[in-house]
């Protein structure tokens, strides 16, 4: 008997077999009543919505990574002319270093997001942390750019890692 149909899977459209239960691809219910199939292709479609903004989201979170770039530019600038001293020239060069990194992690973040903003996230952290050591009082100098900071790169790191477990579920690579 052949049991090889050329059937196309209404929702992804992959070719499965006639007795398969569901699609291997997308998980469609082919054995399904016309009721189960309408609910799965409803669900589908949500998820492929929530897919969108969380996509969004991530964009807007990585574009805080060259903000944060900037954000060092312009302090370096501040400190660099402000201060006056041995370790002007050393300070300048650590900043040149943070300036490059967060710039690279930025576009790192267009082929991994997630990666690139926990070692943003983490480089920003052990920056404020080191800078504490040294002088305890700059941990309150321009709290809230830090916060929102930290704030938009925990938003973006928990979208990615949504967008990841909704790709699984969609089947999308
Ligand atoms: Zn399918």
Redesign the pocket.
């Known amino acids: 008997m052949e049991n090889i149909a050329n059937n196309d899977?209404s929702?992804?459209?992959?070719k499965?077999e006639i007795n398969d239960l569901f699609?291997?691809?997308?998980?469609?219910p082919f054995q399904g009543t016309e009721q189960d199939q309408k609910n799965f292709l409803s669900e589908r479609n949500v998820k492929e919505i929530d897919l969108e903004s969380l996509n969004e989201k991530v964009a807007t979170a990585c574009k805080s990574l060259y903000w944060l770039s900037g954000l060092t530019a312009f302090s370096a600038i501040v400190i660099y002319f402000s201060s006056a001293g041995e370790d002007q020239l050393a300070t300048l060069m650590t900043n040149i270093f943070l300036i490059l990194s967060f710039l690279g992690l930025g576009i790192w973040s267009k082929n991994k997001p997630t990666a690139a903003m926990i070692t943003g996230l983490s480089l920003y952290l052990i920056i404020i942390l080191l800078n504490a050591v040294i002088s305890p009082m700059t941990i309150v100098s321009g709290l809230i750019v830090k916060i929102i900071v930290i704030g938009a790169l925990i938003k973006g790191i928990k979208a990615v890692l949504e967008v990841d477990k909704l790709k699984k579920e969609l089947n999308i690579d």
């Open positions: 899977c929702c992804c459209y992959t499965y699609c291997k691809t997308c998980g469609f």
